[in-house]
């Protein structure tokens, strides 16, 4: 037989069991949404997709371990967008990270409670002006930063080689793609410092507190096998100021 004081306290102590193992579990898995802008197997998504990750991860957070990551590629188009905007926001994440201006958009439009982190978004340029000025004399072109200049940036290298016009691009990469030169800032370091964003954010950061910070760093890129193919001579003042020079 148990005297009454001995029962109640083995129910005491058995009531206690669950309420202590409860206190032992981790924090819960916190989730984080990305729309990026690019398709899925394109290099340089894939590249500013690492930055961020890296990001994160050198902030303590790892998909599967402490956090969750949702990933969509709208790929430039807007179904696609407007589409992979509205699962995201399903799943109630943290924090969303939109890669680009048309990611952002669709993001605003399907949610105003989730905070969005954006990177490199600006206005969108349109490619058709290439083929109506081209026919002049004495003529150039300068691509502006922007989503769809990024995606269609094979075309726009190729306009501008068909048609024989000296170009500038926003970025890098058009230079490794066979443009003539760029000056812009980083496009992978930006993802990699919205990692920091998000970090803030999960930590309990008012989003609207979280300033946009602007690029420091602007680099000069320069295709010597392109200004050939141009017939052109590359001042050796300007190589020696470029960051990166493809030859």
């Known amino acids: 037989m148990i005297r009454r004081r001995e029962f109640i306290t083995l129910l005491g102590g058995a009531a206690a069991w669950p309420l202590a ?3 032992q579990q ?3 898995m916190r989730r984080i949404g990305v729309l990026m802008n690019a398709a899925g197997d394109d290099p340089e998504g894939q590249a500013r997709l690492a930055a961020f990750v890296q990001g994160l991860q050198e902030l303590g957070w ?3 371990r402490n956090v969750r990551i949702d990933y969509r590629w709208g790929a430039g188009d807007a179904d696609r967008f407007r589409r992979y905007a509205a699962e995201l926001v399903v799943f ?3 924090v969303i ?3 680009g201006g048309p990611a952002m958009a669709a993001l605003q439009q399907a949610t105003r409670d989730v905070p969005i982190v954006f990177a490199l978004v600006s206005d ?3 490619e058709r002006a290439v083929a109506t000025f081209a026919p002049g004399s004495n003529n150039g072109l300068v691509v502006a930063a922007g989503p769809l200049a990024s995606l269609h940036r094979e075309l726009i290298i190729t306009l501008a080689a068909r048609h024989g016009l000296p170009a500038v691009y926003p970025s890098r990469f058009f230079v490794t793609g066979g443009g ?3 000056y812009g800032p980083d496009s992978i370091a930006p993802h990699r410092r919205a990692a920091g964003y998000v970090d803030r954010i999960l930590k309990g950061e008012k989003p609207a507190e979280l300033p946009v910070q ?3 760093k602007i680099e000069l890129a320069i295709n010597l096998k392109t200004a050939k193919a141009l017939g052109l001579d590359v001042p050796p003042t300007l190589l020696a100021r470029a960051d990166e020079v493809i030859e």
């Open 21 to 23: 193992a409860s206190a």
């Open 97 to 99: 990270l939109a890669g």
């Open 180 to 182: 003539l030169i760029s």
């Open 26 to 28: 981790p924090d819960r």
């Open 124 to 126: 969108p340029v349109g």
């Open 92 to 94: 109630a994440p943290d």
């Open 214 to 216: 602007a690029p420091t």
């Open 62 to 64: 790892t998909d599967g």
